[in-house]
């Protein structure tokens, strides 16, 4: 008896509101996973699409080195929608390009939801004939729209897609997904109601779990009770989480479909990924964690050659922006002397952790094969406190290879965190010298601790001395925790730590970077006010 299937058309989204400068992988990385396995895929980056709409289609790509201010008078001529005073839990703000729409609050997502006058989500897809372009099939075929979540500022926009979806076709399956849901797919679960219109819902890495349910709705077989990997709705109620081994090496991965790099605020930059996971893994703070399955495998530097030359036949672009977690010093090693031996014209941008194997050399080959920026992640340089949060660093080191980067001609970033858990005034003026001591040869990227669900230092409170404060639960859709130092008997709050964070870098330092990550070309300084 021959198996019986349907054919079935997968849409996978990105929805509003996200970065504009460059794009995000997660849905170019499963496009190309489903392709290659045979299915149909439609890939949209509504982020794109909406920006666009918000500004007359002018989203003033080749002006971004404008003056913020100038950015801000622009935009707020050109906006189609005004936000009330007191609506400020929604905001848009479009200095640079890009926006945020914040809505953590449980009660207010509800209202917007459902308020056809303040969703401004819902008048651009019903005007943009979004709904109508995602719902369009052949008939007797399936329709599967996947979305991809990367924090809450997408939350409001993705209920509103699902709302609307299921309101013009009915047997659409809509599923929820990315690094924001898998942070609280716990806690979403339990919102029956807020997530009426979610069949699906698929945290962790994706591509197995949903090669794998897609593979069951096309087989027009019965839905099983239990599928691993994957949260599905069934009788108004989520089932519980299954885990499944979703790991997939680098090394299989094919390379991502990218959208037209035409279509963001950084269309020289091409973002690449030649690794997955990270080898350090052990950050107590890190909110990655959770995504890399604990396993860390690169690509081979052949297959990064082979990849990156057919990018080159595809797009054009004078930058790679490598979005690994971090690139070892062996690795940008072997990397640069690849990109010199194929004659690569390309400038290339990465993120690293500080390491001893790093020496002069390696810098020297590296800038030699165009790498022009690394982002340092420092943290901290007291070495009792960079040991408890999972990171331990030698501030000597740091300092070294700083100036390393420096001699060699290569733009630097260091990432500097405050407030952490058991850190002391003595702690703060130890790295308050270091960055005095770095300032005139590297940018300061300045950031204040969060405590995020799915980190160890949340997983596991008690063991670094950390009590959780009881949450309000209008924002217990807030990835971010409050909580008590046992260490300090302190409470901290963000409000606290924002004000503080502010405080000592108007005083301490005249070279903070205002960016978002190192495929940012423009390394020059802005001057905080004092």
Not at 344 to 365: E, H, R
């Amino acid at each position: 008896m021959s198996e019986v299937s349907v054919k079935i058309d997968v849409a996978l989204v990105v929805p509003p509101v996200w970065e504009l400068s460059f794009q995000s992988l997660g849905i170019p990385r499963l496009s190309a996973w489903l392709h290659a396995r045979g299915f149909n895929i439609a890939a949209y980056d509504l982020n794109v699409a909406f920006h666009k709409y918000i500004c007359d289609g002018d989203i003033c790509k080749n002006k971004i080195q404008k003056e913020y201010l100038v950015y801000r008078e622009k935009y707020r001529i050109k906006q189609r929608y005004e936000i009330k005073k007191d609506e400020k839990d929604i905001r848009i703000d479009l200095p640079f390009g890009f926006s945020y729409v914040v809505c953590s609050n449980y009660s207010k997502i509800a209202r917007f939801l459902n308020d056809h006058e303040v969703n401004i989500f819902r008048k651009f897809y019903l005007q943009s004939e979004i709904i109508s372009t995602l719902c369009s099939r052949k008939k007797n075929q399936r329709l599967v729209i996947g979305i991809s979540i990367l924090s809450e500022n997408q939350f409001l926009a993705s209920l509103t897609l699902a709302q609307l979806l299921k309101k013009e076709h009915r047997e659409v399956y809509v599923i929820i997904g990315g690094p924001w849901v898998t942070a609280l797919y716990d806690q979403l679960i339990n919102e029956n109601v807020l997530l009426e219109n979610i069949d699906f819902i698929i945290p962790f890495r994706g591509e197995i779990p949903l090669m794998n349910l897609l593979k069951i709705l096309q087989s027009m077989e019965f839905i099983p009770e239990n599928i691993p990997g994957v949260m599905q709705r069934k009788n108004d109620a989520f089932s519980n989480y299954t885990p499944i081994d979703a790991y997939i090496p680098a090394e299989m991965l094919p390379a991502p479909i990218l959208f037209p790099l035409n279509d963001y605020l950084r269309p020289n930059v091409l973002p690449y990924e030649s690794s997955i996971g990270c080898y350090w893994g052990k950050c107590n703070f890190c909110h990655h964690i959770p995504l890399y399955t604990h396993r860390y495998s690169n690509k081979s530097i052949q297959k990064v050659i082979r990849e990156l030359k057919e990018y080159q036949r595809l797009h054009n672009f004078t930058t790679v922006a490598f979005n690994d977690a971090s690139i070892p010093a062996n690795r940008m090693r072997k990397l640069a002397q690849a990109f010199l031996d194929e004659s690569f014209d390309f400038n290339w941008a990465c993120f690293a952790n500080i390491q001893s194997q790093f020496s002069p050399d390696i810098f020297s080959l590296a800038a030699l094969s165009g790498l022009n920026v690394v982002s340092f992640g420092i943290e901290t340089v007291n070495p009792r406190l960079s040991r408890f949060i999972g990171k331990p660093i030698d501030k000597m080191v740091a300092y070294s290879v700083l100036s390393w980067c420096s001699q060699a001609g290569i733009n630097t970033t260091a990432g500097i965190l405050n407030g952490f858990p058991s850190e002391t005034e003595n702690d703060l003026e130890e790295l308050f010298e270091f960055c005095q001591r770095i300032k005139d040869f590297t940018y300061l990227h300045p950031h204040q601790f969060r405590l995020e669900k799915g980190t160890p230092f949340y997983s596991c409170p008690q063991k670094y001395g950390i009590i959780l404060t009881e949450k309000d639960p209008e924002s217990r859709l807030s990835v971010f925790e409050e909580f008590i130092d046992v260490n300090t008997e302190k409470h901290r709050d963000s409000d606290e730590l924002s004000a503080r964070n502010r405080r000592w870098w108007n005083i301490h330092c005249n070279r903070v970077l205002d960016w978002k990550s190192p495929a940012e070309q423009f390394c020059r300084p802005v001057e905080l006010t004092k």
